[in-house]
């Protein structure tokens, strides 16, 4: 079953607005979690790295005041996009890390900004 | 020049045929690698690791060669199910999964036709 729940999996939005991501780990602490991005056709791209309890690490040209991640728990990270915009429009996906299995990935966020 | 490279395709194949996909990365450092497989509009799915001596998991076979730096997945008496989008995915930091980046390749589709 799965390890790594996101939530909402799509969600619909106006230009202007914030939405908000979570990314829960099932049954495991995870300490670190990864944000992705990914557009059409495209590959995965990490935005940030999601560690609990301290700051996020941002890849570069990500911008950390647009894309806030908030780690207050081991078992819960969250991605808020804010004041979004239609370029912001992708499908953001999150995983984390149990023991040293293989990253565990969420089912993914379909934001579409109108 | 990407970090991890592979030829977006698609490779259309029948039933039954046998198909291999590259994938090359440029970090030579790189210690962790894996095939990844993502059917469209979903999350990534680890399909298995890779290792330098080659694995075999019923009828995927993975190989690396450290050497040239490349990667490759050898699928054999393809399945209709098999259609999707496979992923080459380098971990950067070396190390298992779990720390440091994972780069992802852009993902070659396959189709495999009745």
């Known amino acids: 079953g799965a390890v790594v729940s996101q939530h909402p999996s799509r969600v619909i939005c106006k230009s202007g607005t914030s939405v908000k991501i979570e990314c829960r780990s099932l049954?495991?602490?995870?300490?670190?979690m990864f944000w992705y991005r990914q557009f059409p056709k495209q590959s995965l791209m990490l935005m940030a790295t999601?560690?609990?309890?301290?700051?996020?690490?941002?890849e570069q040209g990500v911008e950390k005041d647009k894309f806030l991640i908030n780690h207050a728990s081991l078992t819960l990270s969250t991605l808020t996009v804010t004041s979004a915009h239609p370029e912001d429009s992708s499908f953001y996906i999150c995983?984390?890390?149990?023991?040293?299995?293989?990253?565990?990935f969420g089912n993914g966020t379909r934001l579409t900004v109108t | 020049r990407k970090e991890v490279e592979q030829d977006p395709g698609p490779f259309n194949v029948p039933e039954g045929a046998t198909v291999a996909f590259n994938c090359t990365y440029s970090?030579?450092?790189?210690?962790?690698f894996f095939w990844y497989r993502q059917d469209c509009r979903k999350e990534p799915k680890l399909l298995m690791s890779?290792?330098?001596s080659g694995n075999e998991d019923g009828r995927f076979t993975a190989q690396l060669n450290r050497a040239s730096q490349y990667i490759s997945l050898l699928i054999r008496d393809s399945k209709l199910s098999d259609s999707a989008t496979y992923l080459c995915?380098?971990?950067?930091?070396?190390?298992?999964?779990?720390?440091?980046?994972?780069?992802f390749g852009q993902g070659t589709t396959l189709q495999v036709k009745p």
């Open positions: 999601s560690n609990e309890g301290s700051k996020a690490t941002y």
């Open positions: 970090n030579s450092a790189s210690q962790s």
């Open positions: 995915v380098v971990n950067s930091a070396g190390g298992s999964s779990n720390t440091g980046k994972l780069i």
């Open positions: 890779v290792y330098s």
């Open positions: 995983s984390a890390a149990r023991g040293n299995s293989p990253l565990h």
């Open positions: 049954d495991f602490q995870a300490t670190t």
